[in-house]
């Protein structure tokens, strides 16, 4: 008899689970059906409004469309502008040593000036007077002299050349300036893209998981051990 229970009520059991994940893989691929619409019109209008507004945009790792490159080459240029910014601030701080001026000098003018070649071999030329005369010496003062006139005139050099980099990256900034309106429209169809997406490939992976488990409960489960009973009889607690 117990067999026979048991029997029945694996089958039964079977045929419970059975019968939740044939509901439960209708219910995703229904809504698996729904979102692989939703999915195909939300980028359709993402790029049909990318042609409309003559919008570029970088492609994600995903295959999916990421940032505007307008918007990447703003931000870009941007971030250059402030790094002119503090290398002016730097190039013209009064407090700032030689060697630091001529630091940032020759990093702002890279190898287009000789200036920060000229005042090395000045300063050489300087060390060797200063172990030979005295500080009022007529040979000192020269050198001092170049060694001063060399550096303002790297200031300035490197000035104009910052100048001329942060004339060009304002016009940059200013070109890739969009519309409020464009931008956010972009954003919000862009991330509705990627939402429906990303629901879209959970769905197929909670689908293909019922899937496994069908193929694997064909076979009833059966019980570890099987059924006895126990020797003693058992009477309900008066």
């Known amino acids: 008899v117990l067999n026979e229970l048991s029997n029945s009520y694996q089958i039964y059991s079977g045929k419970r689970r059975s ?94 000036s000789d200036i920060p070649n000229q005042i090395k071999e000045v300063e050489k030329d300087y060390i060797l007077a200063k172990s030979i005369y005295t500080k009022n010496d007529k040979i000192i003062r020269n050198l001092e002299k170049q060694r001063k006139d060399l550096i303002l005139e790297l200031k300035k050099e490197a000035n104009v050349h910052l100048n001329a980099l942060k004339s060009a990256t304002e016009v940059r900034i200013e070109k890739t300036k969009l519309p409020k309106e464009i931008l956010l429209k972009y954003r919000r169809l862009s991330t509705s893209a990627q939402r429906n997406a990303s629901t879209l490939e959970n769905l197929l992976t909670k689908y293909r998981t019922l899937e496994l488990e069908q193929a694997r409960i064909r076979d009833p489960w059966r019980l570890i051990t099987k059924p006895t009973l126990w020797h003693l009889t058992v009477a309900p607690r008066r």
């Open 19 to 112: 019968r939740e994940i044939q509901i439960g893989l209708k219910y995703y691929n229904d809504q698996i059906n729904n979102y692989r619409d939703k999915s195909t019109n939300s980028i359709n209008k993402l790029q049909e409004f990318a042609i409309e507004k003559d919008l570029n945009f970088s492609i994600l790792d995903s295959g999916f469309p990421g940032p505007l490159k307008i918007e990447e080459d703003r931000v870009e240029a941007v971030s250059m502008l402030k790094k002119i910014n503090i290398q002016q601030q730097q190039i013209n701080n009064q407090e700032a040593s030689i060697d630091s001026i001529k630091f940032i000098g020759r990093s702002i003018l890279g190898g287009s």
